[in-house]
């Protein structure tokens, strides 16, 4: 299966590069993100900002991203499906999860390029004006590593939705709606606020386990206080792993269901 | 090769049966393949060829039965068959923005091939399937029907397999691309076992060395062209052209052979010859007992003289025609039943 993951991983990642259209969309995203980025470093003494610069960036990405992992992960089984070729890739010694996990990781890996690109912003500024990139901040190394952090959790289960929302369809441009509105539906869940969660040390590991993952929904994206200066908040990133794997599942269980 | 000396089975099936929904595809299919045979898949639209291929090949489960492959039973084994087969889907769906070469790469590489093995696989299947090199630099894309077709033959070949499956190979090729896969299951006759589906009966006939034909998820008839002409043509037909008249050749005749009878009411006249068509049933030896009895008689004048074979089509309409009846009458009667109930 491992075998099988890698070669997946490596056909994919080679398809999405040599792709026009994941770099014309790429290209529109950072492009956007770039513009934006300077105008928000531009007046930030004038916000009452109280995070560090860095964070717009990456809530920029964050709040970009229902529109652009759909361009990613769109294509991965939907076309397959179309084509006819996803029973061809069957037909190799390879199983349903290292097909999903394969794509899965290529498509987050794309992600974490573009989230790399986007860094480049702030690498620039602090390269040609080092004194303005240190009154905003770009030295403290733990402000980018929070951030990055923070992009990774979501980037992971952003592309695991539009993965499963590709393996449920056959047209590319439903999976890629139906991937843009539920990346767009679980922010929303995870901006709002469903009161203060209860502490209560008496109640058994497993609860605990399921209050503290649920908490995590609760004003989700408010978490960002803790990456953004470089502090790691470990439930978000289980939390952020449990989605992953939960819509990994269902992806293998639509595969497997395709082929029964 | 008769059903007696066949050599050790690399499948076995029993009373193999799948559902889809409502359909029953396979109602208990049984047969055997031995090892370095070519076996032909016959039958109609929705007999459960391609079911059958792909329940053998790994890619769908069975309901119930028994299948086995290389020796590994399907319903216990997690995909390791896979690495004992070559599979030519139905329609066989290729990625279109790959190369050929590109793609081959990346099926060696998933069939678990690697370094110069994975570099001589390739070139040995590019070399069987007659793919030239500047074919294998082309986009599968860009690509020809026969090209494309030869492509996944090229990727059912790649991992040395003990058993290739093809499902419709030559669907849509022209005769000359039809030929070339022939050539290349003649090529590797005896080295692998090859299991084909085809609705092209002359292809089946000239390439394959035993036939099961398949009729509404049953087998209706098996064996090789021989056996299935001897179970399903009772009547051997023979013609003659001769320079008599059709009394004369029907009273010698009928002394060699009683039950000859003449076919046609009035023979064939051409400049001067009258072709006979008779029908026997005592088998070709008395049709060549007939041949040597006419050729003593001088008037008769004998000028051809020809057993007429039964080919493949002949014998698949009749055995798949008492089936179709039968499930025929099973809808009428169903279909009925149901409006019974309506009413």
Known sequence: ?260 | MSSNSRPLPIIEVLNLKKRYGLIQALKGISFSVGKGEIVGFLGPNGAGKSTTLKILSGLIPADSGEAKVCGVDLAEEDGEVRNHIGFLPENNPLPEDLRVIEYLKFRAMLKGLRGSRKRDRIRIALDICDLERKVSERKIGNLSKGYRQRVGIADALLAEPRLVILDEPTIGLDPRQSAITRKMMERLRGEITFLLSSHLLSEVEACCDRMVILSHGQIVAEGTLPELQKAYINKTVFEIVALASKIDIQRHVRSIDESCELIQDEPVEVSGKKRFIFSTNQGEVYAEKVLKHLIKIPEMKVFEFQIERPDLETIFLRATKKNWEKNDLLGKKSRRFRKDDQD
């Open chain 1, 1 to 260: 299966m491992r075998q099988g993951f890698w070669i997946i991983l490596r056909t994919e990642l080679f398809s999405l590069f040599i792709s026009p259209a994941t770099y014309i969309s790429t290209f529109y995203f950072l492009a956007l993100l770039g513009v934006g980025f300077r105008f928000f470093i531009e007046s930030f003494p004038a916000t009452n900002w109280i995070l560090p610069p860095l964070s717009s960036l990456v809530l920029g990405l964050l709040f970009g991203a229902p529109a652009l992992v759909p361009f990613l992960t769109m294509r991965t089984i939907a076309e397959e499906r179309r084509l006819g070729t996803l029973e061809t890739l069957m037909s190799a010694p390879i199983n349903a999860s290292a097909i999903i996990l394969g794509k899965w990781s290529a498509c987050y890996v794309f992600f974490l390029v573009i989230c790399c690109g986007a860094y480049a912003y702030p690498l620039i500024i602090l390269l040609i004006f080092p004194e303005q990139a240190l009154s905003l901040g770009f030295n403290n190394i733990e402000h980018w590593v929070g951030g990055f952090v923070f992009l990774m959790s979501f980037g992971a289960s952003f592309s695991a939705i539009g993965i499963y929302a590709s393996s449920v369809t056959k047209n590319q441009m439903v999976a890629g709606m139906l991937s843009f509105s539920l990346i767009a539906l679980y922010l929303s869940i995870m901006v709002f606020s469903y009161g203060e969660p209860v502490v209560n040390n008496n109640i058994d590991s497993l609860r605990q386990l399921f209050y503290t993952v649920g908490g995590s929904l609760n004003k989700g994206l408010d978490k960002i206080n803790f990456f953004a200066v470089g502090i790691i908040h470990f439930q978000t990133i289980l939390h952020q792993i449990i989605v992953v794997l939960f819509f990994l599942s269902l992806g293998t269980l639509q595969i497997e269901k395709i082929r029964h």
